[in-house]
């Protein structure tokens, strides 16, 4: 029987700005990995501000392996400092999370 959590890597939060028009705009992208020691990651969400957890996938799209890389686009934020919450879920739903604190800039 596994009780352990799976551990995560470095949570990353990146704020990029795209102007493809007027105004400019920004997104944030969240990378992190997950792995465990004695079973596959079955699945992990991520929370904004304390709101609803959602599901994010994994590269390439099926949590079956020990050891994930997961990556993706945030909802848009509004301008100001925002906290993006991570947890993963190993197959006996032992639970590891992390958490990262980033600034979106006003738009300009």
Same mark, same amino acid.
């Given at each position: 029987?596994?009780?352990? /959590?799976?551990?995560? *890597?470095?949570?990353?939060?990146?704020?990029? !700005?795209? %102007?493809?028009?007027? /105004? %400019?705009?920004?997104? =944030?992208?969240?990378?992190?990995?997950?792995?465990? +020691? $004695?079973?596959?990651?079955?699945?992990?969400?991520?929370?904004?501000? *304390?709101?609803?957890? !959602? &599901?994010? &996938?994994?590269?390439?799209?099926? $949590?079956?392996? /020990?050891?994930?890389?997961?990556?993706? *686009? &945030?909802?848009? &934020?509004?301008?100001?400092?925002?906290?993006? =919450?991570?947890?993963?879920?190993?197959?006996?739903?032992?639970?590891? $999370?992390? !958490?990262?604190?980033?600034?979106? /800039? +006003?738009? !300009?």
């Amino acid at each position: 029987m596994d009780n352990t /959590p799976p551990v995560g *890597g470095k949570t990353n939060a990146t704020v990029v !700005k795209t %102007c493809g028009g007027s /105004p %400019c705009f920004y997104n =944030a992208l969240l990378d992190f990995a997950a792995r465990d +020691s $004695s079973t596959a990651i079955e699945k992990a969400e991520y929370s904004v501000d *304390g709101g609803e957890w !959602k &599901l994010i &996938l994994p590269e390439p799209d099926i $949590s079956d392996a /020990p050891v994930e890389q997961y990556r993706g *686009g &945030l909802p848009a &934020l509004a301008a100001g400092e925002h906290t993006v =919450a991570v947890r993963v879920f190993d197959r006996f739903q032992n639970v590891g $999370s992390a !958490k990262v604190t980033i600034q979106v /800039p +006003s738009a !300009k």
